[in-house]
């Protein structure tokens, strides 16, 4: 199972708004409503951003939004802040067999 | 507060074995699949291994299979990693993860295990 396709970097000025995509297959993307998104700091765990493709955790910013369209999943960042400045991965259900398949990671930086 | 927190990690050599553990607090850990899920260093999260709320159900990816053992001790609120016959791919931060709605909703800080001779 390879990993889904995410940019390698995204950038964007304070208060602007960016999108991240998140490409897969019709056997993770594509299939199932279960793309997760997970924002990491420099030596810190990942924190669960939005799950079940849209949805956000108890907490979370609603500057965070998730959608999905055919084999590809996007997370948009609206009103860009300096603390959003971290590694962005998604992560996709893939069915019973290989379960999990996570996005090659995105940088986001804040200009 | 809920919690979860890895030990166990620390430098093999290739072939060594290696136990890893993860001790849940604030929340009813018998209720969640629980994930292990890795991250080679500078490279991008991997999923390891998942387990049920039970124990009966238990599945890894491809490159773990036959050589590490995912288990639970729920009346310790606990977690587990037997890594056999490790090898240099095997060095990352492995996080344990609390699965919900087929998310990884909770993360340990992390151990690191790093496999060279």
């Known amino acids: 199972q390879s990993a889904l396709t995410q940019p390698a970097s995204v950038s964007g000025s304070p208060g602007q708004s960016i999108t991240i995509s998140c490409t897969g297959t019709s056997s993770d993307v594509g299939s199932y409503n279960l793309v997760s998104w997970y924002q990491q700091h420099p030596g810190k765990a990942p924190k669960l951003m939005i799950y079940e493709g849209s949805k956000r955790p108890s907490g979370v910013s609603n500057r965070f939004s998730g959608s999905k369209s055919g084999n590809t999943a996007s997370l948009t960042i609206s009103g860009l802040q300096a603390e959003d400045e971290a590694d962005y991965y998604c992560?996709?259900?893939?069915?019973?067999?290989?379960?999990?398949?996570f996005g090659t990671g995105t940088k986001v930086t804040v200009l | 507060e809920v919690q979860l927190v890895e030990s166990g990690g620390g430098l093999v050599q290739p072939g060594g074995s290696l136990r890893l553990s993860c001790a849940a607090s604030?929340?009813?850990?018998?209720?969640?699949?629980m994930s292990w899920v890795r991250q080679a260093p500078g490279k991008g999260l991997e999923w390891v291994a998942n387990?049920?709320?039970?124990?009966?159900?238990?599945y890894y990816v491809d490159s773990v299979k036959g050589r590490f053992t995912i288990s639970r001790d729920n009346a310790k609120n606990s977690l587990y990693l037997q890594m056999n016959s490790l090898r240099a791919e095997d060095t990352a931060v492995y996080y344990c993860?609390?699965?919900?709605?087929?998310?990884?909703?909770?993360w340990g800080q992390g151990t690191m295990v790093t496999v060279s001779s």
């Open positions: 992560c996709s259900y893939a069915g019973s067999s290989t379960f999990y398949v």
């Open positions: 993860a609390r699965v919900t709605e087929l998310s990884f909703d909770i």
């Open positions: 387990i049920k709320q039970d124990g009966s159900e238990k």
């Open positions: 604030g929340f009813t850990f018998s209720s969640y699949w």
